[in-house]
């Protein structure tokens, strides 16, 4: 497998300190003392700061003092300043690398614990949506704009209910932890609303009421619910977010649109908005439905067009879902050429046919209950 870039940088990184002395040092001896090379060692120890500990930093800088020493010596600059002064840079760079060494290591163990943390808490906010629920197997995958992150505005869950198989798909207005905070809102009342409420409507009200309790400013959340139950339809509640795709056994694929979009969560009570008017698809045996997040779709290449996300459903083939979810956001990735700008959600579910036993699902999910 071909190196990443950040691989081959690093590389380049860790060589580089002894190609610059290995330089500095033929320099030195082909021009002679007069082009006055001998300070130039001390690049050594300052590329060296740049990756590693601060071992590798004083390993070098002592190569380096060797190197200086040495060749000050063969061109007799000891009986001038020259000489000594080229000493004093070299020792003064090599602990200044030294130190840049040791604040960079304790910045990397702060962010190696802040990422643990990141982790946790996607663990309790996130956490896995069930192999199987009801007649539905399940996929999901996730992708932080934020580098450092594994978690950030977007949110989905799956909960199997008496009602039918329930489903959110989400995004949070901003970015950061306050995005995170209102995530963890809507899901924590999404989870017990769903086993609750007979119908969507009553689940989309519990949900306005909770995001209006902890939203101010004009702050918002898009989201879509998706209700599938045993008579071959899903049943979706839009509140101003993309509209999900369905994979028709054929391979096409159809967005379908309510016949008005709600205002998003935490706008409506606000406005005075009628109730949202829930709205069904068919949706039977051997179909999938994909819901995500705008990341996907507004996610731009170098020439700035959009992801062509009903043109890439034939990705979505491939036997296992999990699979198939991952070639699509692998596809995604190379589409931006780079990081994406927003949170990138999507969660696949698959119509494989009657629902399963209460026993088999356990099997599926390893002992665990299928209602996630």
Not at 34 to 57: D, K, M, Y
Not at 318 to 323: I, K, R, T, V, Y
Request: aromatic share 6%; hydrophobic share 45%.
């Amino acid at each position: 497998m071909a190196a990443t870039k950040p691989q081959r940088s690093l590389s380049v990184l860790t060589w580089l300190p002894a190609a610059v002395m290995a330089v500095v040092a033929v320099g030195d001896l082909v021009t002679g003392p007069g082009i006055g090379f001998l300070p130039l060692a001390s690049l050594g120890p300052a590329f060296a700061g740049l990756v590693g500990g601060w071992r590798r930093t004083a390993w070098f800088g002592a190569a380096a003092l060797a190197l200086c020493v040495g060749l000050g010596l063969y061109d007799g600059l000891f009986q001038e300043r020259r000489g000594f002064l080229a000493m004093v840079s070299v020792v003064g760079v090599t602990g200044a690398g030294i130190a840049a060494a040791v604040m960079r290591g304790r910045r990397e163990a702060e962010l190696a614990s802040v990422r643990s943390i990141a982790e946790v808490a996607q663990r309790v906010l996130l956490r896995p949506v069930p192999l199987t629920a009801g007649p539905l197997q399940a996929a999901v995958s996730y992708t932080s704009a934020v580098a450092e992150a594994r978690i950030g505005g977007d949110l989905y869950e799956v909960v199997a209910s008496p009602h039918g198989v329930r489903v959110i798909v989400g995004d949070v207005q901003g970015k950061g932890l306050a995005a995170v905070e209102t995530a963890a809102v809507v899901l924590g009342a999404f989870r017990e609303a769903a086993h609750d409420e007979p119908d969507l409507v009553g689940l989309g009200e519990r949900l306005e009421r909770s995001v209006s309790r902890v939203l101010s400013d004009e702050k918002f959340v898009t989201a879509v619910l998706a209700e599938i139950g045993t008579d071959h339809e899903v049943i979706f509640l839009n509140y101003g977010h993309p509209p999900p795709m369905v994979v028709r056994r054929n391979g096409t694929a159809d967005f379908p649109a309510p016949p008005a979009y709600a205002p998003p969560l935490g706008l409506g009570g606000a406005h005075g908005s009628e109730t949202p008017k829930p709205f069904s698809v068919r949706f039977a045996p051997g179909e999938q439905l994909l819901l995500y997040t705008d990341g996907v779709t507004e996610a731009r290449d170098e020439e700035g067009t959009f992801y062509p996300l009903g043109e890439r459903a034939h990705l979505l083939k491939e036997p296992d879902a999990q699979s198939a979810l991952d070639s699509l956001r692998e596809d995604l990735v190379r589409h931006t050429a780079g990081p994406l700008h927003d949170d990138a959600a999507m969660l696949l579910l698959r119509y494989h046919g009657h629902a399963e036993t209460t026993e088999t699902a356990r099997q599926t999910t390893g002992g665990a209950s299928p209602l996630g």
